[in-house]
Structure formats: C-alpha cells, structure tokens
C-alpha cells in the first residue's frame, strides 16, 4: 500500500486581498449583467424595428418587380449590368425576390438604385424561406453578408421575399459591445485602486487591535509583578462597530487575564514568604538540636554505645536538615529576585576552604588540592560561589 501524495494547501491570501478581489469581481460580475442586458435590449429595440422596416417593405416588393419587369419571370442572372431598370420604391441594399412556378427572380437594390442580380446560391436560398411572412435571419455570405427576410404569397400562388441588411444593427451593437467592454475595464481599475484604499482605511483599526496583542505578546507574562496595563483604544473598541467588537473582547481578556496575574502573583509571594519565614524560625532549632547532640556526645559522660550512635545520628539529621533549610532560603530569595553581590573574591582561598569542609565531612575520601602559585581573584558572589563548589564536591 503506497502512502498517497498530501493534498496542497490553498494559497493563502491576507483579508485585504480578499476582499479587494471580492470587491472587484461582484463589480466585474455586475457590469458583465448589466452590459450584456443593454447589449441584448439595444439588439432586440433595433431588430424590432428593422422587422417594421421589413413588414412595410415586402408590400413595395411586389409593386417593384412587377413594375420593372413587367412579370416576367426569368432565372437568376449574377451581374446582370448597368442597363437595368431602376427601382424607386426601395431603398439601397434592399433584396427583392419573386417565386412563381419553379422560377426564382432575385436582385439587391444597388446605391444608384439599380437592381443587380444574385448568384443561383443565393436565389436558392432566398427561395427556401417559408411564405408565412414572418422575419427570419438569413446569411447570404459573400459581400451581402446577414439579412432580415421575409416572405408573402400573393394572389396566383407568386411568392415575394423582401429581405433588408443586419450590417446597421449589427454594427450599433458591436459598437456597445467595445464601448461597455472599455468601459468596465476603466471601472475595475479604479475599483481595484479605490478597492485597495478603503480596504486599507477600513481594515486599519484591525491593525492596531493586532499591533496592541502583538505588543502584550512582548510582556514577560510568566514571571514576576506584570503590569498589564496595555488596553485596544476606546476609539477602537466601539461595539456598534465589527472592529470595535474584537478590540472591546480583546480588552475585556486582558482584564480577565490581569486579574489571573495578579492572583497567581499574590499567591507565589504568600508561598515565597512562608518558605522564607519558615527557613529562618528552622534555622534556630535545628543550630540549638545540633549544639546540644554534640555536647551531649563531647561531655565527660559514659554513655552507651546505643545511645552515642543515636547522638550521631541526630547531629547528622540535623546537619542535614539545616541543609535543607538553607537551601529554601536561597530558592526564596533568589525568587524575590535578590541582586548577587559583586566584589573580588579568591577562588584559591575558596577552594581550599570548601576542600578543607568536604574532607571533614568525607574524611575516608582522598582529596587532591592543585593550585596556581598565585592567587585568582574574580569579581562575583563569595557566598553564592562558595555555594556552589560545595554542592559539586558533594
């Protein structure tokens, strides 16, 4: 079974970029609807329109065309020349057609207003639209391109296309399709520039809610007297405002979390003094237990041998106990925080003294002492020093 690869994480965006892009898409979203819905309305207004043009064309088709040829009815000839009748009922680019016993007569209404002819294609195609009279689109291709046709049957079972160009209508609305488009590229730029700066200014308060943790993150929190008095600004902590709710949360935690503090602090000097108070009421009774055991054991006394074994062992608790104590009274003054003093001291001096104490203490332990011809003097704590050899040689 092979481990399968970990899903990637999501690039992770800041709540600025966020809601800029946001910001910018539901307005790209918007003027996307809105451009399409004008472009679709201003199409459908102009083809309603050419399909009035169309309806009050096709009843001057007929007139047209029996009118400049008479009714006679030939095939479709492209290019027919310039001796053609001229037509003045219809205006340029306007496409006559007439259907009447297999037979196809077509022509588009030139500039001069002269009638040219149409290829066979184009007869054919014209041909094919149904005789129901209502508009239909129709591509013609070539240099007529799309067309808005229309055929009617008339008495005699003669069927007559009128057909009049898209190029207007579809030019007006290419034409919108570039105006809206350029239109809403400058409205999303100035909406990402416009975006940005009142994202800024509106996230800004959020910044210094995170500037004011971020500074209470800094605090030595897990030692000693904190005075926690750094609080979001009442201008930042209005309730009424989002913002204003996490920078009056965030004020009402640090209250909370000040007075946990301030508890545990009360409550570590209480401990530190009764273990300091302790230490020192400890101190005499355990010297007084010790003098008198060793006195005891000293004297001029016979004693049994049971009784100078306990003597023994109480000196030795006591020594240890004494030890004991001394050792909570300095985790209680190093507590308080007691500076250490700073004076010369002569490790060769110390070290003979605390060598000289351990081989009383360990008389049966080999002890070797080597030591420079001169002294070495240090800048430091006697007592603390001292302290410390002893607990290593012990």
């Known amino acids: 079974m092979t481990d399968s690869a970990p899903p990637r994480r999501a690039k992770r965006w800041s709540l600025r970029t966020r809601l800029v892009v946001s910001i910018v898409a539901l307005l790209a979203a918007a003027s996307v609807i809105v451009g399409l819905v004008s472009v679709l309305a201003l199409q459908g207004f102009l083809m309603d329109r050419l399909d009035r043009q169309l309806t009050a064309a096709t009843g001057r088709s007929e007139v047209a065309i029996d009118g400049d040829f008479g009714g006679e009815l030939v095939p479709p000839v492209p290019g027919i020349g310039g001796d053609l009748p001229r037509v003045g009922v219809q205006g340029p680019f306007t496409i006559t057609a007439e259907v009447y016993g297999g037979l196809i007569l077509a022509g588009v209404i030139n500039e001069e207003g002269y009638l040219e002819g149409l290829t066979p294609a184009q007869s054919r195609l014209l041909a094919t639209v149904p005789a129901d009279g209502e508009p239909a689109t129709l591509s013609l291709g070539g240099r007529l391109g799309d067309y808005r046709v229309a055929a009617n049957q008339f008495a005699g079972g003669r069927v007559v296309v009128t057909g009049l160009p898209l190029s207007d209508v579809q030019a007006v609305v290419m034409q919108l399709i570039v105006v809206v488009a350029v239109v809403t590229a400058l409205v999303l730029a100035a909406a990402v520039v416009g975006g940005i700066v009142v994202v800024r200014a509106a996230l800004r308060p959020l910044e210094r809610v995170a500037a004011t943790a971020a500074q209470v993150a800094r605090l030595p929190l ?12 009442d201008f930042d902590a209005d309730p009424r405002t989002e913002v204003g709710q996490v920078g009056a949360a965030f004020n009402r935690m640090l209250g909370h979390v ?16 009764f273990v300091a108070d302790a230490s020192h009421e400890l101190r005499t009774p355990l010297a007084s237990i010790r003098g008198y055991a060793e006195l005891t054991r000293r004297g001029n006394h016979e004693l049994p041998p049971d009784v100078v074994h306990s003597l023994g062992r109480v000196e030795s608790e006591a020594k240890r106990m004494t030890s004991l104590v001394e050792d909570l009274l300095l985790l209680a003054r190093l507590d308080e925080g007691q500076s250490l003093e700073r004076e010369p001291v002569d490790l060769s001096l110390l070290l003979i003294d605390a060598v000289s104490d351990a081989h009383a203490a360990g008389p049966n332990h080999v002890w070797s002492l080597d030591l420079p011809e001169r002294p070495v003097i240090v800048e430091g704590d006697r007592g603390r020093l001292h302290q410390v050899v002893v607990n290593l040689l012990a």
């Open 258 to 273: 000040a007075s946990a503090l301030t508890a545990r602090q009360a409550s570590e000097n209480k401990v530190r003094r």
């Open 222 to 233: 897990d030692r000693g007297e904190v005075a926690l008095a750094v609080r979001v600004p």
